[in-house]
Every structure is written in C-alpha cells, then in structure tokens.
C-alpha cells in the first residue's frame, strides 16, 4: 500500500485520496515544517499542594502556533504525529525546551518544585531515552529531582516489562514518574506495584463527574487509599469548581491542578504570576 514516504506521492495521493486523508497529509507536511521552524511552544499549568496552597510543580503542555490556524491544543496535532512517528522529534523538542526553561528558572533561584513533562509511549520505547533525559539535565546544570516524567496508564501497561526497566533507569538517575490519566485505562493492580513510579494523576473524567453522584467519589477515595498504600503522590487534574476542590481535599488528595487554579500559560506569564503571588503573600 501506499505510504506518504517522498514528495512523489504526493500527485498520487492529490487525486485519490479523500478530502479527510488529503487534510491529515497537509497537516502532517505543516506538522514537519513546524518542527523545522520552531512554531511549537510550551505553555506550563500549575500544581499546588492540596493542602496549605503553595505551588508544588507545573505540567509543561505543548501549543503549536500555527501560521494560520492561530494556537493549537494537543489535540489538534498530538495523534497524527504519533500516528506518523513524528511525536518522537517533537517530544524530545519538549523535553529539550523544558530542561532549558528549568535551567534559567533554577538559576534564578525559582525552582524549588518540579516541572513535569509528558511523553508518547513511542518516546518511551526509544532506545536512548533515558540517556536523553539525562543529556538535557546536564546540558542546563539541573538536578534530576526536578523533573517528573509523566505517561498514560495504558503506556505503562501495554508491555509491562519493558516500562519497569526504563522506569527503573529514570529512577536511577532521579527522575521522578508520573503515572497519568490513572483510571480511565487497563490497570493491574499487581502490576502497579511493580512499578517504580512516584506519582498518580486521577484522570480528569472523575474529577469532572463529582457534582453527578456518589460513584466518582467512592472511585476517587479508592484511587487515594491505593496511592496511599503504595506510597504515591496522589494528584487531581482538572478541577474547576470550589466544590471539587474542597472535597478533593478532604479526600486527602495531596496535589490540586485545574483551571480554578491556574490555566496553563507561556512561561513569562506564568513565572510573573508566580512573582506576583509570592509578593502577595
Ligand atoms: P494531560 O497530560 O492529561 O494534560 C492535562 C490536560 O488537561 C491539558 O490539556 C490541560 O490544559 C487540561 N486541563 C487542565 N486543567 C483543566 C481543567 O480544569 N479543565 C479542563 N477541561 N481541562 C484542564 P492539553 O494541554 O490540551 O493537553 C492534552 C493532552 O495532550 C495532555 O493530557 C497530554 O496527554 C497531551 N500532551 C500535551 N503536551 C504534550 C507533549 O509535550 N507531548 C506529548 N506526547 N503529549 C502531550
Ligand atoms: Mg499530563
Ligand atoms: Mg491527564
Ligand atoms: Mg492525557
């Protein structure tokens, strides 16, 4: 079959492709051109503590601004890319660009806390990850503690084996890991147990389905006592309301992320608000 492998099929493709393949061809073509011309940017959301307030971390969350389309959200471009391979140039661009941000940020003396970065199951499958990450942090003089990797439940599971050893070489060097979007996958118990990881994100969906019954809370209480048990950081994404937080909170969450707290900003924005919060208090 054909495979969108030169520039030769593309009259090919012009004439036999539906309008949907020919729009993913074009995307994917802008998606390269992007990569080349560094239109990608990494906006950071971030993280307090559940408990007392103080900021605790930032997720960095990569934007595209596109020539013409304006701003992008992940999800205009992240499945095409990972579709196409091309999540593995453009996240260890995101890795790249956060460790430098991390470096000046340490530098001025703001990093007390983590930034976390997320990455594709293919990112993680690579042979040289591990040695990436640890290229980037040396690169900006930065302790690994600072950074948190951060992959899907179902990335984790999907071949068991293989993550525990690379997530057992990130702990080496002194990553943190995340584990993301925590119950809206396949999850073995028995597996999580053997996983080095520091961190559980409750997926957003819970979070979100609070105000509708008491089966999101009694799920989300489970995900505390397990993430407990284990000895993980419990996280919450998500969180819009007063009323989610106020009972996240009384869940013994330890970690509150979410629009009601702070939308995810360019790092100027969020670094002045930061300053601002800081001299406010
Ligand atoms: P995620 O890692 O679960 O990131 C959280 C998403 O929830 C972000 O969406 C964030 O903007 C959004 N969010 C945060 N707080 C709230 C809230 O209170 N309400 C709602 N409705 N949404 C909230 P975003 O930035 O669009 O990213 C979507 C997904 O794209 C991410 O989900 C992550 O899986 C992926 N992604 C983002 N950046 C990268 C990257 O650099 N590399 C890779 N491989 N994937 C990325
Ligand atoms: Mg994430
Ligand atoms: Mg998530
Ligand atoms: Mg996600």
Redesign the pocket.
């Known amino acids: 079959h054909a495979k969108a492998s030169g520039k030769n099929d593309f009259s090919f493709f012009n004439t036999t492709m539906n309008a949907g393949a020919l729009a993913q061809l074009n995307l994917l073509q802008d998606l390269r051109r992007a990569l080349q011309q560094d239109e990608f940017v990494l ?1 950071y ?1 971030p993280k307090f503590a559940a408990n007392g307030g103080q900021i605790v971390g930032a ?4 934007r595209w601004r596109h020539p013409t389309r304006g701003l992008l ?3 205009a471009f ?1 499945g095409l890319a990972e579709k196409s391979g091309l ?1 593995v140039e ?2 260890s661009w ?1 890795l790249k660009q956060a460790c430098q941000q991390m470096g000046e940020w340490y530098a001025e003396g703001y990093l007390d806390w983590c930034v976390a ?4 199951a293919l ?1 993680l499958s690579q042979p040289r990850f591990v040695d990436s990450v640890q290229a980037a942090l040396e690169q900006n003089a930065l302790p690994a503690k600072h950074l948190i990797i ?1 992959i ?1 439940e179902t990335m984790a599971m999907n071949d068991v084996d293989a993550s525990i050893k690379v997530l057992e070489r990130l702990a080496n060097i002194g990553v943190g890991v995340s584990i ?2 925590f119950g809206s996958g396949h999850s073995s118990l028995l597996y999580l147990k053997n996983l080095p990881v520091n961190e559980l994100k409750i997926d ?1 969906g819970f979070v979100n389905e609070l105000q509708h019954g008491a089966a999101d809370e009694a799920i989300i209480s489970a995900i505390v006592d397990l993430g407990q048990a284990l000895g993980l950081r419990i996280v919450a ?4 309301t007063a009323e989610q937080q106020a009972f996240l909170s009384s869940m013994k969450c330890d970690v509150l ?4 707290l702070g939308h ?1 900003l360019p790092a100027e924005d969020f670094i002045g608000k930061l300053a601002e919060k800081r001299t406010a208090s």
């Open positions: 906006y959301q997720e960095a969350l990569i959200a992940p999800g992240i999540i453009i996240d995101v970065v997320n990455v594709s990112q951060e899907t993301d979007d957003r994404e998500g969180v819009e992320q979410g629009f009601l995810p």
